[in-house]
Structure formats: structure tokens, C-alpha cells
């Protein structure tokens, strides 16, 4: 077993490098979100404004079995 004295120290120890290691990842993320920020104000007006289209296309419905039963048997 470890002296009461020398614990305090081992769980000081741990809590600093888990503080350390969440600055250091949070750090990280800033860094990278900045460099982002940056590549988005370089970029040219019309590019940062273009808006997403969509082409919608109609389709027929397909009669289902439970709607219209007497039809599709009388086809067979």
C-alpha cells in the first residue's frame, strides 16, 4: 500500500494531466476552428453565397393491394 502522504501526490499528479490533456484538446480545436474561420474569409463573395438547389421530379403512384384488391385480381 501506498503512504497517505505519497497517494496525495500520485492523485494530484493524475488530476493535473487530465486537466492538462482537456486544455491541450481544447486548444487543438480552437487552432483548427480559427484556421476554418480563415479559409472561409478567403474565399470569394459568390462563392459563400451560392444556395443549394433541388430538382423535384413527379411520380405516379402504384396502386397498393389493400386499396383496390378486385382490380388487380381481375388483371391476373
Do not use: C, K, N
Amino acid at each position: 500500500m501506498m503512504e497517505s502522504g505519497t497517494a496525495i501526490y500520485v492523485a494530484v499528479i493524475v488530476t493535473l494531466s487530465v486537466w492538462i490533456g482537456i486544455f491541450v484538446y481544447l486548444w487543438r480545436i480552437d487552432a483548427q476552428v480559427r484556421e476554418l474561420q480563415r479559409r472561409l474569409d478567403r474565399q470569394p463573395e459568390h462563392q459563400q453565397r451560392s444556395t443549394p438547389s433541388a430538382t423535384l421530379r413527379v411520380q405516379q403512384r402504384v396502386p397498393s393491394l389493400e386499396q383496390q384488391p378486385e382490380e388487380l385480381v381481375e388483371q391476373g
